[in-house]
């Protein structure tokens, strides 16, 4: 392994800043989505998947069909398929429909 290896980067480290973070919650480490990996107060550092598929609250309007863009709505803390104002966050790795409070996505590697 080379002597500047670091991590595999599926997790990184993040300091809690703004408010709390409550495990599997969606956070953006700079414009970037990850999923907390474990409660966090303000100031704590915490644990954030940054790959792999998760089930994230998702704007209960948005009709999404698997594959389509996702992307996070800071402000209401939830996936949408608007990209503007909101951080591309990855795909939906499975559809979810009108009504449906939830959407299987892939985050952006």
Not at 2 to 26: C, F, R, W
Request: hydrophobic share 45%.
């Amino acid at each position: 392994m080379a002597k500047n290896y670091i991590q595999p980067g599926d997790v990184l480290d993040l300091t809690v800043s703004g408010a709390a973070i409550t495990s599997g919650s969606g956070v953006l480490i700079g414009t970037r989505l990850g999923v907390a990996l474990k409660d966090g107060a303000i100031g704590e550092t915490i644990a954030a998947a940054v790959k792999g598929v998760y089930n994230l609250p998702k704007l209960g309007s948005d009709v999404v069909a698997q594959g389509a863009a996702l992307y996070w709505d800071n402000t209401n803390k939830r996936l949408t398929t608007t990209a503007s104002g909101n951080s591309l966050a990855g795909y939906a790795a499975a559809a979810a429909g009108n009504g449906v409070a939830s959407v299987n996505i892939a985050l952006n590697a």
